[in-house]
């Protein structure tokens, strides 16, 4: 009876080898191990070393039935046919100890015991990783995502400037939850982290509503973008770790996802709506007109004198129309407050920002809007912004582009 569903081992290939060795054919050695003949016949092609007979084999020079008619082979017709050899190919399989090797110009196969098993075990190894990689095609594809991730990047980033990468974003988060990648310090832990906001159950005490807010709530603005709907909304807010200091006065272009930030010592109206001031400065009035003619904010003290900002107070000129979010409802300007999210990937809470500066804060800046988001068809914020108002304007935002590869969204950046 023949033994089936059994692999073999390496006493088995050792044998196989002896066997081949002393020129015996397949069907002899499978009635000697008790195995079926295809199962002999499909290891020892699986497994034979090719040797080729000479430096032109390459090319499969000289190795083609039909060379002698043609005599231009190259390797690459369309009608080309090795020469055959029943011995080689049908009786035995390889070429181990065939009295006529001296003599022989075709290719040579051999079939080496030990060097079966370490590929078949090899194989087993990679078969039994729960992925669909071999060993070295998982090594290539962590030398490349590795470095990314640990920059910061997401997968979605990552698999949108390497469209070699033929894996789904879901398939390689998969691979970093069962530790494919741990040898090279990549965890589920290392990812970026997935920020849900929660509900409060806590009852808010209700604000008193100031009369300077009075034509300018989120009902007016909604009201107010239906009359102007080709005026761009910039949603305006501000971050930080500290109530002592310092604060990052953040803008967003709502149509570009492109956001700017200001570093200020002092969270007060003055200093917020000085910002407005200093762009009137440095854009020209169409450029202005085109980031600030329209913004949305939260009910913050900093934010709480609505005419500094709609009012160029040096020279009386109305500049820009400010509206504000409903009391507690921060969701009803999400562009700012999800990109707040990258501020603190770079800028984890708890952390000092005593050494923080400007230029710091345009560099995060720099790379935040250089990561490609999913919500703009791959493309990043700085792309958008640029295609809509060129490379100039962004330039006097201080802000610059960074290379895919090179965008780090972790502590290390400005660390």
Known sequence: MINKGKQLTLSQRIKIEEMLNQRHRKFEIANKLDKSQSTIAREINKHRKLKPSGPFRQDNMYNCKYFI???????????????????????????????????????????????????????????????????SELIELAHLICPLI?????????????????????????????????????????????????????????????ENYDGRTYTDYLDYKIQNPNIPTTEMDTVYNQQSGPYIQTFIFENTSF?????????????????????????????????????????????????????????????????????????QKPHVENNH??????????????????????????????TPRESLGGKTPYEIFTFIYGKHLANKLNIQEIAKDEVTTTPRLLS
């Open 259 to 331: 956001m700017i930030g200001i570093f200020h010592t002092n969270k007060t109206a003055d200093s917020m709506s000085n910002t407005l001031n200093k762009f009137q400065d440095k854009l020209s009035d169409e450029e202005y007109k085109n980031l600030f003619s329209l913004l949305l904010t939260d009910r913050g003290t900093e934010f709480g004198k609505p005419q500094q900002f709609e009012i160029n107070i040096d020279t009386g000129e109305i500049r820009s129309k400010i509206f504000y979010c409903d009391p507690q409802q921060s969701s």
């Open 150 to 210: 640990k920059k910061g990047q997401s997968i979605y980033t990552i698999l949108n400037n390497h469209p070699e990468i033929t894996l789904c974003e879901k398939t390689i988060y998969n691979y970093i939850e069962m530790g494919l990648f741990k040898d090279w310090d990549v965890t589920s832990l290392t990812l970026k982290r997935k920020v849900r906001r929660k509900v409060s159950k806590k009852k808010l005490k209700k604000r008193k509503e100031p």
């Open 341 to 370: 999210n990258f501020i603190r990937e770079i800028l984890p809470n708890g952390q000092s920002w005593n050494n923080l500066t400007q230029d710091k804060v345009d560099l995060m800046f720099s790379h935040i809007n250089s």
């Open 69 to 135: 008619n043609c005599k231009k082979c190259t390797g690459k017709c369309k009608i080309f046919q090795p020469i055959p050899c029943n011995d080689r190919d049908r009786n035995i399989g390889v070429c181990n100890n065939c009295d006529k090797l001296k003599s022989c110009k075709l290719d040579k196969y051999f079939y080496i015991a030990e060097e079966a098993q370490k590929k078949y075990e090899y194989t087993l190894k990679d078969s039994r990783q729960g992925v669909n990689l071999n060993t």
